[in-house]
């Protein structure tokens, strides 16, 4: 996958790592992802490129919350970089970003 480009940056945009917290019965994972970044770029999240240019939404959402995972201890994160950031989400439902 390629990078994505950082949402369009002026000279005094702050960008800051960030941790959010969710339950994921409230909000899918991919919604959450891109309201984290988001809030990290400070920036609307329609001025961020579409999740699904650098990682498949539906698939994000079916690995951090399977049926199965709800009732055990079983805890899963995935990583990845989108729009400047590295992103990792957890099964517990930390979303952590920081730029890249």
Same mark, same amino acid.
């Given at each position: 996958? $390629?990078?994505?480009?950082?949402?369009?940056?002026?000279?005094?945009?702050?960008?800051?790592?960030? =941790? /959010? =917290?969710?339950?994921?019965?409230?909000?899918? &994972? %991919?919604?959450?992802?891109?309201?984290?970044?988001?809030?990290?770029?400070?920036?609307? =999240? =329609?001025? +961020? %490129? &579409? +999740?699904?240019?650098?990682?498949?939404?539906?698939?994000?959402?079916?690995?951090?919350? &399977?049926? +199965?995972?709800?009732?055990?201890? /079983?805890?899963? $994160?995935?990583?990845?970089?989108? /729009?400047?950031? $590295?992103?990792?989400?957890? $099964?517990?439902?930390?979303?952590?970003?920081?730029?890249?």
């Amino acid at each position: 996958m $390629s990078e994505e480009e950082p949402p369009s940056s002026d000279a005094g945009m702050l960008r800051e790592a960030i =941790q /959010t =917290q969710y339950e994921w019965s409230a909000i899918e &994972p %991919s919604t959450a992802v891109v309201k984290t970044v988001a809030q990290a770029a400070h920036c609307d =999240q =329609q001025e +961020l %490129s &579409p +999740l699904y240019k650098c990682i498949d939404p539906d698939a994000l959402d079916a690995m951090i919350v &399977p049926p +199965l995972a709800r009732n055990t201890d /079983t805890t899963v $994160s995935i990583s990845f970089t989108y /729009t400047g950031y $590295s992103v990792t989400v957890h $099964s517990t439902g930390a979303v952590h970003v920081a730029p890249s």
